[in-house]
């Protein structure tokens, strides 16, 4: 069994920063792909960035430029720094963990942001 356990949401106002980390921990032996997702009040769980074992990245369109996202391998832990928020990106986030075949969720953080 794996678990993830994310950390890092809450309130902050437009421009400002807040940075997420989720913790993987259980039954690892690696962890292929590690990413963030985020889902807003009635809309669709949406990819907000991933990360590959080696590092490479990809982004959401509107996120480019103000998330990045990062691992500490070591630690099975994933981190999205995200600076210049805006209303648009209130949303609970859920991290997720690809490994032995199966995707692992997070129970997911609220990140709200005030105009």
């Known amino acids: 069994q794996v678990q993830l356990v994310e950390s890092g949401g809450g309130l902050v106002q437009a421009g400002g920063s807040l940075r997420l980390s989720c913790a993987a921990s259980?039954?690892?032996?690696?962890?292929?792909?590690m990413g963030w997702h985020r889902q807003a009040p009635g809309k669709q769980r949406e990819s907000v960035a991933s990360?590959?074992?080696?590092?490479?990245?990809d982004y959401t369109y509107s996120v480019k430029g103000r998330f990045t996202i990062s691992r500490d391998n070591a630690k099975n832990t994933v981190f999205l720094q995200m600076n210049s928020l805006k209303p648009e990106d209130t949303a609970v986030y859920f991290c997720?963990?690809?490994?032995?075949?199966?995707?692992?969720w997070g129970q997911g953080t609220q990140v709200t942001v005030s105009s």
């Open positions: 997720n963990a690809d490994l032995q075949g199966s995707r692992y």
């Open positions: 259980g039954n690892i032996f690696r962890i292929n792909a």
């Open positions: 990360i590959t074992s080696g590092g490479s990245t």
